[in-house]
């Protein structure tokens, strides 16, 4: 469980050096990204339109600020993780066809990503969720706004972030995720409460659904 | 009598304590949830926590960026005559509170996904209106975020079955594929009977209930309460899912007389970022936050 200090844009290599469980602090640029602009990115992609901005090397990030305008500049003021496995799909084409090669958020993310991350070397990294005073206490700067017709939320926020951190690898590019492990153990917990309460874990005990 | 102006700054007042600052009983539960974590990832979960709680305090600032939805639960005490101007003050706080504090610009169309920019519109802010034969009337807020909004289940046990074997074993079907997604520690609401409409608004005055781990009176459902917060806990997610002692900070049931064929039961999530607050408005005009309140 290794700790590492990593700049953004990132490099292939410094993330294949990444495994499951290390920990690390991002510094440089991070771009949020959410529903309704992944849906804008890839029917980019699908028509073969530009995009105003860049993801080939990028991490993103699932998340949603909370900002303010002063004296004409943007400033954050919560800004945290929303919940990732609604993106499996979404972020694996952003990596293979985009380039990404970090993204960050709360919660699982499915085998669909853990491929994607394998294949074209990115990681998953895991933030703690719902602390949003705590992150935007790592962000200095708002660099820039895209898509600020999808509203607050969904918009694209290009974020200048300052060890942003710490994440938690939670998918490597090597195959590993520490939620098999997690599931695992949590599923072996179950068998012993249902046998203590002695609920047969088959039996349908539900009319609906 | 509390004057339009009055109440809509009281309605501002309400929101940024709902927004800024958590329950009392929340953050001592939090507190002893660290006291108890062995796991080193799992402990640091809960110090970012408790660390964000007191930015947030200090800062004046969201405690969590999705401020979720607004859903507003006014008790109607008798000769409240401000009533004729709660619904629009309700409102027009909101919009204010929005902008002020600032709270994320969650709510759209659910169609057309258009964003009013003022979370209200379409019928937001929504409001329960309840009477009670008190002298006061009160006012209470929820701010909904959706990672453990969009987690809630429904199901109907039939009374041919194990209810409370039932339950357990929905409520933690329910808990395992949430896994870490609704933010744990989270507090647990589960509405038991009625209909699917009332099981639902059940379970979440359920999560309502102050201080947290307050038992229901009812001493079939506070055993109940007892059992699930035990085998919640005992499934080892932790915090956030990184595995650990505390995946519950409690587990509050509500129950109504329900039809002899079948109980609905809904269980509903509330994240540990329980943004809620209340305010109790006295006949004569004066006004006073609940720290604490009792449930009803």
Sequence with gaps: MAEYELN????????????????????????????????RILSALDSHEGLPFSLQDKAIWHAGPITKQEGGKWKPVSVGSTTSSRFTGPASRLI???GVKMVI??????????????????????????????????????????????????????????????????????????????QSRVDDSLKRIFTDLKIDPQHKYLWWP | ?????????????????????????????????????????TRHQL????????????????VCQDTGVPIFFVKVGRNWSAIRE?????????VKATKAIPLRENVIHPLTKENSGTNTGWRMPFIYYEMTPEDFSEIQVLLKGFGSEAKTSLA???????????TLKFVLDCVRKGFGEPCPPYILGVGMGGTSDIAALLA?????????????????????????????????????????????????????????????????????????AAVRIHSNGTFEFLEERKNG
């Excluded at chain 1, 992150?135 to 017709?149: G, K, T």
């Excluded at chain 1, 972030?161 to 995720?177: E, F, Q, T």
Aim: hydrophobic letters at 45%.
């Design chain 1, 96 to 98: 293979e066809k985009m």
């Design chain 1, 105 to 182: 958020g709360k919660g699982f993310m499915g085998p669909q990503a853990l491929e994607a991350f394998q294949k074209y070397g990115a990681v998953y990294a895991h933030t703690t969720g719902g602390t949003a005073a705590y992150y935007a206490s790592q962000i200095p700067e708002i660099q820039a706004v895209h898509w600020l017709d999808l509203g607050m939320p969904a918009a694209v926020w290009v974020l200048r972030v300052k060890r942003l951190g710490p994440l938690i690898v939670a998918m490597d590019s090597h195959g590993k995720n520490i939620f098999d492990e997690l």
């Design chain 2, 1 to 41: 009598m509390i004057s339009k102006e009055k109440l809509t700054d009281v309605i501002v007042d309400l929101l940024k304590r709902a927004s800024i600052r958590l329950p009392r009983s929340v953050k001592e539960e939090l507190q002893n949830a660290l006291r108890r974590e062995e796991e080193e990832v």
């Design chain 2, 86 to 94: 709660a619904a629009a003050a309700i409102t027009e706080g909101t």
């Design chain 2, 47 to 62: 110090e970012t926590i408790l660390e964000n709680i007191s930015i947030a305090e200090d800062r004046d600032i969201p």
């Design chain 2, 204 to 276: 979440k005055k359920a999560f309502l209930r102050l201080p947290l781990g307050k038992k229901n009176p009812d001493p079939a459902a506070a055993d109940l309460e007892e059992k699930l917060l035990k085998a919640v806990n005992a499934t080892g997610i932790g915090a956030m899912g990184m595995g650990g002692k505390t995946t519950a900070l409690a587990v509050h049931v509500e129950l109504c007389g329900t039809h002899s064929a079948a109980v609905p039961v809904v269980v509903a999530i509330q994240c540990w970022a329980d943004r809620q």
């Design chain 2, 156 to 166: 109907y046990i039939p009374t041919s079955e194990d209810v409370i074997k039932g």
């Design chain 1, 8 to 39: 953004a844009p990132l490099r292939e290599e410094e993330i294949r050096r990444l495994r499951a469980k290390d920990t690390v602090y991002v510094s440089g640029e991070v771009l949020t990204v959410r529903d309704m602009a992944y849906e």
